[in-house]
């Protein structure tokens, strides 16, 4: 089976600093993995995904991931923090035949200080 | 192009009563699957349906079902509604085929509350 674990419920930085988000998975098989984020009162958005390709993605608003299978990692970063950022952040794995079922982290708040 | 659409977007509901929540789906997006967000449990998969066939599900209980209709719209049902089912439930479509691609995109939610 799979799971998802996020370390850090709420993680705090200051406008212009790194953010870091971190993420460890554990699957019997070759995953697919996922970060989303949530603002207030909206759906989820897809930041990045990694299915197997290059290890270090890309995504949008500037943030990217790197899969480290030896370390069952998916950490989110982005150089530097706006104030636009401040959201809720999902980690999430799934297998290539789930079709849309996705296993979920716990989330992650991000909250950015001016 | 339209994104994914859930009605209502609000409700409240009392005990034992039942509801129904609608999604319609990205146009030309064949899977739809629904999401329980609750701040203790978090997100947790409900069931998938793909061509009006379900093809995944998740450890619900019974009283929880859906279905798809021809045209990729899909509807899900709480009977005998708990205090515990009180949750913002979200839908999401996707292009996913047989093979999952992966990416799923999400509608706003409708927003349950049982009293």
């Known amino acids: 089976a799979q799971s998802v674990t996020q370390l850090g419920s709420h993680v705090s930085v200051s406008e212009g600093a790194l953010v870091l988000l971190r993420c460890n998975y554990s699957?019997?098989?070759?995953?697919?993995l996922f970060w989303y984020v949530q603002y207030p009162n909206q759906g989820l958005q897809l930041l990045l995904k990694?299915?197997?390709?290059?290890?270090l993605v890309k995504g949008i608003n500037g943030f990217e991931a790197e899969f480290k299978k030896s370390e069952t990692s998916f950490h989110l970063t982005k150089p530097s923090a706006h104030m636009s950022d401040a959201a809720e952040y999902f980690c999430?794995?799934?297998?290539?035949?789930?079709?849309?079922?996705?296993?979920f982290g716990q989330g992650t708040e991000l909250s950015v200080k001016p | 192009k339209a994104g994914v659409t859930q009605t209502p977007r609000y409700l409240i509901k009392t005990r034992g009563q039942q509801v129904t929540l609608s999604c319609s789906p990205i146009?030309?997006?064949?899977?739809v699957s629904w999401y329980q967000q609750t701040p203790g449990q978090g997100l947790q998969f409900l069931f998938e349906?793909?061509?009006?066939?379900?093809?995944n599900k998740g450890n619900f209980p019974g009283r929880f079902s859906g279905r798809q209709f021809s045209n990729s719209r899909s509807e899900m049902n709480v009977s005998t509604l708990e205090l515990g089912d009180s949750a913002l439930y979200l839908c999401?479509?996707?292009?996913?085929?047989?093979?999952?691609?992966?990416?799923?995109?999400f509608g706003e939610g409708s927003r349950l509350t049982v009293l």
């Open positions: 999401a479509s996707s292009l996913a085929g047989t093979i999952n691609t992966g990416e799923l995109f």
């Open positions: 699957s019997s098989v070759p995953p697919y």
């Open positions: 990694y299915t197997s390709a290059a290890t």
């Open positions: 999430a794995v799934s297998l290539y035949n789930q079709g849309g079922k996705l296993i």
């Open positions: 146009s030309g997006h064949r899977s």
């Open positions: 349906y793909f061509s009006e066939t379900q093809r």
